[in-house]
């Protein structure tokens, strides 16, 4: 099995030591629930994780495939650009897996505008230390655009306050996805 070219999972890996001391933790794209279910089994015991999507059937999926977790997962059927307003405490962990799910219609899928609207609530609602990670696909159009724009914003975000690490597959395409991963540290 390959391991460096899953960037899901390695970005998976760098989050588990901030996962386990986390209280509260978003999965902003919960689609059928495997990153959901990856935080929840990480996850202390008492953490509380908010699952977000728009799409019913989406969320039900999460729903049943973590269901042994249920009691500790708010399952939110709203746009990430909510949560500012839907999660009421400070942020330890956050992942945004974006783009569509697969198999499912491609025009249900994360836009720039309200990914960079989400990103900037996290990122201002995650505590010291904190770390949010985004997987991003550039190789469709609306993936491109979401990446370039992240890439802007993450490239001037005052160093004092966030560290923002990329893990790209240098001599993969250009259109194979790659994470950011951002730590707050003050
Ligand atoms: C690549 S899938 C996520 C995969 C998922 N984390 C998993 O483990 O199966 C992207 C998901 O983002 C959801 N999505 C799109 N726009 C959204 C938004 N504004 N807010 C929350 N979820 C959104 C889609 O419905 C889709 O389920």
Redesign the pocket.
Known sequence: MQTVSNVLNLVKEAIKPALQKAQVVV????????????LAEHAADEAKIYA????DA?LS??RALTAEYAERINYVL????KIAELVPRPIDVA?F??????G?EHC????TE??MT?VRQVLDKLTCNGVCVIVA?PGHEAGAQEAASLEEFFAVLPRKNYTVGCYRLLNHARTAPYAYVVEKVW
């Open positions: 999965d902003a794209t919960a689609g059928n629930g495997h990153d959901t279910l990856f977000f999507d728009i799409q989406a999926n999460t709203a746009s990430h650009d992942m897996n974006l783009g569509y799910l697969p499912e249900v899928t994360t836009k309200s990914t989400a696909y």
